[in-house]
């Protein structure tokens, strides 16, 4: 028999869920891959897995895989749909869920009207904490031969470079996305992030993703285009973010205080793979 899954999105990022507490889940990156494949596979641009805790503190482990097949340490819009999943499945009775991910504790609350709060913890600015190559710590990095473009740059549980330009649209995405994720300057890659200011509580943003490429949201880009927008000193701490997908709603009140983004999470369909890729 093989393995029941959920599929669900959060502003059109999607994800393939699976219960990996009632079920016993074993996932290879080419499984990861076949699943993630949108002409042979279910679709998707990451898979999560439910686990048990595997300490005391926390409610569940959270465990997320790029379609590349590579298990990164953080996913803001999976955190949302990780939330109502194990509720909608009576995992939990809680409305404040607490998980383990390679990046740490998160902290996951759901509202009364069924947006989900998410606590994305305190950004990391040390360039080695993201990780970044760079001598020290600064507002803007120059990256490229030329250099071709200067970033913010923050890890959010995960690396991100955020670009600042006139008009999301016309923003070369498709070729400035991989450009950067291919420099040697992010040893572990990096998510690259492209941010519009359209007023001091409102951007627009395009994230091209590590394993994943475009995609409609990302949460923990959001996150990072807000933080890297507040120490530019052009946000306020409340941001409307607008993403292909539609708005996630972020709060930072500065230094030393932890990110909080809200935003919904849809259940789309339930299945069953009867035959699981090797």
């Given at each position: 028999m093989g393995w029941r899954f959920t599929k669900m999105h959060g502003l059109g990022n999607d994800f393939v869920v699976i219960d990996g507490v009632r079920q016993s889940i074993a996932l290879s990156a080419a499984q990861v891959r076949a699943l993630a494949d949108r002409h042979f596979g279910i679709g998707c641009d990451q898979l999560l897995l439910v686990e048990r805790a595997q300490g005391?503190?926390?409610?569940?482990?959270?465990?997320?895989?790029?379609?590349?097949?590579?298990?990164?340490?953080?996913c803001g819009n999976g955190a949302r749909c990780f939330a109502r999943f194990v509720v909608e499945e009576g995992l939990t009775a809680k409305r404040e869920i607490t998980v383990e991910t390679r990046a740490g504790l998160l902290r996951l609350y759901l509202?009364?009207?069924?947006?989900?709060?998410?606590?994305?913890?305190?950004?990391?600015?040390?360039p080695a904490e993201i990780p970044l190559r760079a001598a020290q710590q600064a507002l803007r990095y120059p990256l490229g031969p030329a250099?071709?473009?200067?970033?913010?740059?923050?890890?959010?549980?995960?690396?991100?470079?955020v670009l600042a330009v006139p008009d999301v649209a016309t923003a070369p995405v498709g070729a400035w996305g991989p450009a950067i994720q291919a420099l040697p300057d992010f040893p572990e890659g990096v998510n690259v992030g492209f941010m519009e200011t359209v007023a001091r509580d409102h951007?627009?943003?395009?994230?091209?993703?590590?394993?994943s490429g475009e995609t409609l949201a990302c949460g923990s880009g959001a996150c990072a285009a807000v933080v890297i927008g507040r120490l530019w000193g052009e946000l306020e701490p409340d941001v409307s973010v607008d993403l292909p997908g539609g708005r996630l709603r972020i709060h930072w009140a500065?230094?030393?205080?932890?990110?909080?983004?809200?935003?919904?999470?849809?259940?789309?369909?339930?299945?069953?793979?009867?035959?699981?890729?090797?």
């Open positions: 005391g503190e926390a409610d569940f482990r959270y465990r997320i895989f790029n379609a590349d097949g590579g298990e990164v340490a953080q509202e009364n009207d069924d947006q989900v709060r998410v606590n994305m913890g305190v950004p990391r600015l040390a250099p071709s473009w200067q970033v913010g740059a923050v890890s959010m549980g995960n690396p991100h470079a951007i627009r943003l395009r994230v091209f993703e590590r394993g500065g230094a030393g205080e932890p990110v909080w983004m809200t935003g919904p999470a849809v259940r789309v369909f339930d299945g069953q793979l009867s035959d699981v890729p090797v």
